[in-house]
């Protein structure tokens, strides 16, 4: 699907809003739900998080909580995953092959997930634990470098990419975490292992 069609103040309404359905969702709804439980089915459902992917437009990011972290799950474009390879945004990574940085084998290449169009990632900035905003269009005057869009933590200005490396001359010593997940189908996926 192009993304041409993808207006970025729709973008920015529709990623605000998926944040706030899921932040609600999971205030209100879980705990009772989680009550309810066997403590087995209590455990299973603490230990993964299953997502629905079908409401998730190209270009948005969603956010929903797993064992206490805020995830981000985004629907990257192809202009997005142009830029992953894009030696003007290689060439300020810090850590490009994350190398040193915490993920999942099935993780280790430039888009670091299992499939390119889905990121999922802990949206935890691995300096001191600020959660980075999305900053999805390029240019801008927040980062010195060139930018091609991708999350930056305004706590101390670290720059990531659409695959959550971190820049060059960021105070973030590696890339954003990937969690272990999988897809159970081509609209479900699974954040973390079943206990
Ligand atoms: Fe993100 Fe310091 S916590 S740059």
């Not at 060439?91 to 169009?117: I, M």
């Not at 706590?155 to 001359?169: I, Q």
Request: hydrophobic share 35%; aromatic share 10%.
């Amino acid at each position: 699907m192009s993304t041409d069609s993808v207006n970025p103040n729709r973008r920015r309404i529709l990623n605000w809003t998926a944040g706030v359905v899921g932040a609600v969702g999971v205030g209100y709804a879980a705990v009772p739900f989680i009550r309810s439980m066997s403590p087995s089915a209590a455990v299973q459902a603490k230990a993964t998080k299953t997502v629905d992917l079908t409401k998730i437009e190209p270009g948005q990011r969603i956010t929903v909580s797993w064992q206490g972290k805020p995830v981000w799950i985004v629907r990257r474009t192809p202009e997005m995953l142009e830029t992953l390879e894009d030696p003007a945004v290689v060439d300020q990574l810090k850590d490009p092959d994350s190398s040193a940085s915490e993920q999942p084998d099935f993780a280790a290449n430039p888009h670091r997930s299992r499939e390119p169009e889905w990121l999922v990632m802990v949206a935890i900035c691995t300096h001191l634990g600020c959660i980075p905003s999305y900053n999805p269009e390029p240019g801008g005057d927040f980062w010195s470098a060139k930018w091609e869009g991708g999350f930056f933590c305004p706590c101390h200005g670290s720059g990531y990419d659409f695959s959550g490396r971190v820049m060059a001359g960021s105070p973030a010593p590696r890339n954003m975490a990937v969690p272990f997940y999988e897809f159970l189908s081509d609209s479900e996926l699974r954040i973390g292992k079943p206990a």
